[in-house]
């Protein structure tokens, strides 16, 4: 992997690895356990800056490349997922859309408590009638004085319990289907008041908080059970003009640029669940001894462990790859999506593998390869299900073919029919 890292890229890897090592290793079990967030070891994620890692310095980031944060982010999955969720979800759905399309002003405003950990990001695009049809959306935004009454729910958002930043995504024009869709920012406290100020974490008292916003019903979830997950709703909520994101009619085509940059994220992720199975399943199999030999010795568990560390190769050198074409400015959408669909189904089949070499212990809370199985699955499901990734990647194919034009941007192309975009 010399070819894509620096040696500060190596050595924010090991920092992380120390950190989840201390920090996160031992509490990890019983946060899965309990379903509780991790807000001590989230605070010294801010503290440490791996809340906002891509983010200018000038607007209180690290300032570092996207490769550097997808090193964060699969460092962190090696040992939990749900830490690298977090990080990941408020990094590229919480802050990267008022990045990309904010004002100035909203940039400056509200980027450096986001970067810094401060408060928590979302993004709130799913609802119980558009999930892979996204276009689907029901939310209503209807120009009231000078600014926008807000309707509707949006179901399966990450840290809509915990978190005060959203971007949500409502309806502005109707009649023009995906192109009436407009993103807006919405403001709530936390569900966890008391602790983020006994921590002094978590909760900004002077944000603009939106009346008529706020977290649903809690998902009692398979994995990712430390990630806060809840409904986001939004009840005759009124938006000022300012709290627009981009302009009228944008929020499609935006929160599309939004979502290609995720998957980057959704691949480091499921490769860092692999890596940490291997991790686990290779010692175990060097000690473990049946029938007066080392199972390591049988060559079906050999063969299943080669096949492991081939496919967690190349996993990683789509993900990195498809984080080095951002980093360029390059096109870089079908590459997150086919790095997105390999390393999720990698993480699926490498934690079950790991579980099979592990034989009954493999299956107990005694090791964590049963608690990475079930973080893997959603990453077969969030930011795009892989059917959909199948889609993306195959219109780039066809663009590619007919030479169209569109290939050079990661917007999704005119021909696109609306339905088949998707989160
Ligand atoms: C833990 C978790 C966290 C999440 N966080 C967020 C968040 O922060 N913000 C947010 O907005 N959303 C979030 N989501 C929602 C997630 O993005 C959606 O669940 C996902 O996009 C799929 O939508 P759906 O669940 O409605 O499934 P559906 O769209 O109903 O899909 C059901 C099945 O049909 C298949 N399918 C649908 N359309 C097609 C097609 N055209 N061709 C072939 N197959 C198809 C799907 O692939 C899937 O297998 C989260 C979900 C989970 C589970």
Known sequence: MDRYLTPEHVRLKERVRRFALDAIVPVARELDETSSFPWETVKTMGEMGWMGVPVPRALGGMGLDDLSYILVVEELARHDASHAITVSAHTTLGTSPLLSFGT????????????????LGGFGLTEPGAGSDASGSRTRAVREGDGYRLNGSKIFITHAGVGEIFTVTAVTDPEEGA???????VFKPTVDLERARSIEFGHK????????????KKEDKLGWRASDTRELLLEEAWVPMEQRLGEEGQGFVNFMKTLDAG???????????????????????????????????????????????????????LTYHAAWLKDRGEPFSKQAAMAKLFCSELAMRATLDAIQVLGGAGYTSEYPVERMMRDAKVCE???????????????????????????????????EPAGAIST
Not at 180 to 185: D, R, V
Not at 297 to 307: C, E, S, W
């Open 104 to 119: 100035e002003e909203q940039k400056r405003t509200f980027v450096p408590p986001l970067a810094s950990g401060e408060v």
């Open 179 to 185: 192109r009436g869709i407009t993103s807006f920012l």
């Open 205 to 216: 008292d002077d944000l603009p908080f939106t009346e008529g916003v706020r977290a649903g």
């Open 263 to 317: 998957r980057i994220g959704v691949a480091a992720l499921s490769l860092g669940l692999a890596q940490g199975a291997f991790d686990v399943a290779v010692p175990y199999a060097n000690r473990r001894e049946q029938f007066g030999r080392k199972i390591w010795d049988f060559q079906q568990i050999q063969f299943r462990l080669a096949d492991m560390a081939t496919q967690i190769e190349a996993g990683r050198h």
């Open 381 to 415: 499901i969030g930011e795009g299900t892989n059917e959909i990734q199948k889609i993306v990647i195959g219109r780039h194919i066809l663009e590619e073919m007919l030479g169209e034009p569109s290939k050079q941007s990661n917007a999704p192309s005119a021909r």
